[in-house]
């Protein structure tokens, strides 16, 4: 899913200090998944910006709503009839949910209440780790299920580097090398021979360096 | 193994002598008079001389450029090119730009993280790795093309070498690697600089027994340490470094102003232990910022005078 | 035991310290509360196995949230006793009531003043 982080309390204030009727729209999906900005924390950011703003002696009006989605139309469709009611919204949701409410609602300012940091698994609750860019070509089949595009620092196709130590990536020991994890799994899987097989000079135009992506089904378009 | 390429380097070691080769760090300014004076300190006693590429990322004056100025002196450089800083364009750019001026030499390497430098900030690029790197040297040598496909105006013409660390992490693969790296065309290799002599020496029999030493030129890399504070902070503190606690006990063992003396012994004895070792074909003396040692180190270990070739 | 411990003390029973939940201590004091304690079990003795030590943590958060908008963490703290343990509940009750008399009124029931005035 996709993970995020919820922004700074300061932040989020200087962001909208000076709106007095504001909505703050959470997300039932992967932000409810990482506890950043499901419908709990929509009412802990309304309670806290509630306190704040009462204590500076200012009138603000603080509402709380949280959307099934906020990546698809129908969702989002939901707050039509009220969001003219609001001089701002802060979305909870990640930056696909902050930005396609901004591109609906055109006269609102939709500030972000989060960080959005990367698509990810849960490893335990508390602690979320990245596994994939979405690099638009998917190589997980020649190494052994683990990414080295997401998982290694240097994304080497070839690895590992000359700074693997024990295990761990030369930048930090909390890291795991993503070629000694493809390696054990080689290993495990009686195939350490494919590391000797050269994966050639990747193909970035899918990713990122390719410009803005789109995928278009035919198929399924009405 | 017959020389390809015009490279003093490789027909040195075509022609079967110990080849020596050491390298310089270009300044942290523009003037390029510094590496000169480094250059100027080893030139008679090594067959190439390597520039480092924005070593340890931090921002130095590029290495082609200090390779250019010393390769006008008469100089025989080593271009250190790693694919942290350069997508391909600029990495294909820049080898030709080494063999506009006759640069024979290149050394292709990941490089390290820019975590580790004065821009932890930064983009990195790692459009290739260097396996993919000596791919790409080797298709614009050997085939004058561009990776796009194009043909090469005057292709370069470069002796390809690349890096091995015997010592990091899995020790199970470094061989295999060495084969890798074979397998894409590297023909010359400097090792990490080595203090453990036995693993050393077992990396070199697993290679060996593969018959890589046959198929690539290995030049072992040694390092004199100057201070036990330097050994200790190589053992502690560089990922991929193998540092017997036997070396540091040596360096602590001696009052400090002898340190550096004993460093430089424990490197000559090092390298007399070496040159037994089947498949060494030479020595990489990396002795950063202490460039005035290479002349003794060089001397003391039988390796001077220098060889002369056509 | 019938000891004595202050007057201004309002009790909430919960089955768990566990149940307390971040927005309940965050409304508290947007209700004009001028400090909250969450008192459980001693730790490692949760009934629930460690129902305590997630108040713990949504303790902390509460304090964090509350220094960040100016009200002051110190007014919300997590207590751990055994419920044999009167004697020590009531001195914590007056160590507590010592500690937000010290801090002062809630800030917030200060400018509902002002604005009812």
Redesign the interface.
């Known amino acids: 899913m996709i993970v995020a982080e919820k922004k700074p309390l300061e932040e989020i204030i200087e962001e909208v200090k000076d709106f007095n009727k504001i909505l703050i729209a959470g997300c039932n999906e992967c932000v409810t998944v990482c506890e950043a900005g499901g419908k709990k924390e929509v009412g802990i950011l309304a309670s806290a910006l509630r306190m704040y703003f009462m204590n500076q002696g200012k009138k603000v009006q603080i509402e709380e709503i949280t959307l099934e989605r906020q990546c698809d139309h129908e969702y989002l469709e939901e707050l039509r009839n009220s969001i003219d009611q609001y001089d701002a919204v802060v979305s909870l949701a990640c930056g696909v949910g902050v930005q396609f409410m901004a591109e609906k609602y055109l006269t609102t300012p939709i500030f972000p209440g989060v960080n959005t940091c990367f698509m990810g698994v849960t490893e335990e609750r508390g602690v979320w780790s990245e596994r994939c860019q979405g690099c638009g070509q998917c190589i997980l089949g020649k190494t052994a299920g683990i990414c080295p595009i997401s998982r290694c620092a240097k994304r080497l196709l070839n690895g590992p580097c000359g700074g693997s130590t024990k295990g761990k990536c030369e930048i930090s020991k909390d890291l795991d090398c993503a070629w000694q994890l493809i390696i054990d799994r080689l290993k495990e899987l009686g195939r350490l021979d494919d590391y000797e097989e050269i994966i050639p000079i990747k193909d970035w135009s899918t990713e990122r360096a390719g410009g803005p992506r789109k995928v278009v089904r035919e198929d399924v378009m009405l | 193994m017959s020389a390809k390429t015009p490279s003093r380097l490789e027909k040195i070691l075509d022609a079967g002598h110990m080849a020596v080769t050491s390298e310089c760090g270009p300044p942290r300014g523009s003037d390029i008079e510094e590496v000169v004076e480094k250059a100027e300190l080893i030139k008679n006693h090594v067959d190439a001389i390597n520039i480092t590429d924005n070593q340890t990322s931090v921002t130095r004056l590029c290495s082609l450029a200090a390779c250019i100025r010393l390769k006008l002196m008469g100089l025989e450089p080593t271009l250190q090119m790693v694919t ?1 800083d350069r997508n ?1 364009i600029a990495l294909q750019s820049d080898i030709l730009g080494a063999a506009a001026f006759d640069i024979h030499n290149i050394l292709c390497l ?4 820019q ?2 430098g004065d821009c932890p900030q930064g983009q ?1 690029v ?7 790197l000596i ?2 040297v080797k298709l614009m040598r050997d085939e004058g093309k561009f ?1 796009g496909g194009d043909e090469i105006n005057r292709p370069p013409r470069l002796f390809i070498g690349a ?3 015997p010592f ?3 020790f ?2 470094r061989v ?1 690697r060495l ?2 790296k074979i ?2 065309g590297v023909e010359f290799i400097q090792t ?1 600089c080595i203090y453990n002599l036995d693993k050393f020496e077992l990396w070199m029999k697993n290679a060996r027994d593969r018959g890589l030493h046959e198929k690539v030129y290995i030049l072992a890399g040694v390092t004199p340490f100057k201070s036990a504070g330097m050994a200790k902070y190589m053992k502690n503190r560089v ?2 470094m193998d540092v017997p606690d036997d070396v540091v006990k040596r360096m602590s063992g001696v009052p400090k102003e002898k340190q550096a003396e004993e460093g430089i012994d424990i490197c000559v004895e090092s390298i007399q232990r070496l040159k037994e070792v089947e498949g060494v074909r030479g020595f990489h003396i990396m002795a950063i910022d202490w460039e005035e040692k290479v002349p003794e180190i060089s001397e003391r270990s039988g390796l001077f005078p220098r060889p002369k070739v056509e | 035991m019938r000891l004595q411990y202050p007057g201004n003390i309002r009790i909430i029973r919960v089955p768990c310290t566990g149940k307390v939940d971040i927005l309940h201590l965050l409304r508290a004091f947007e209700k004009g509360a001028d400090g909250a304690y969450v008192v459980g079990c001693l730790e490692g003795d949760c009934r629930f196995d460690n129902g305590n030590l997630r108040a713990r943590k949504r303790v902390e958060q509460a304090k964090e949230i509350l220094d960040a908008i100016g009200i002051g963490g110190e007014r919300v703290q997590m207590v751990n006793l055994s419920s044999g343990e009167g004697p020590k509940f009531a001195q914590v009750a007056m160590e507590m009531t010592e500690k937000i008399r010290e801090a002062g009124p809630n800030p917030l029931k200060i400018v509902k003043e002002k604005n009812a005035a």
């Open positions: 942290r391909r990941s490089g390290d993280h975590q580790f990195n790692f459009d290739l790795d260097s396996m993919q791919q790409t990776l890096a091995a660390n990091a992490d899995p199970e693969i295999p084969a890798k397998a894409a990490q990922p991929g």
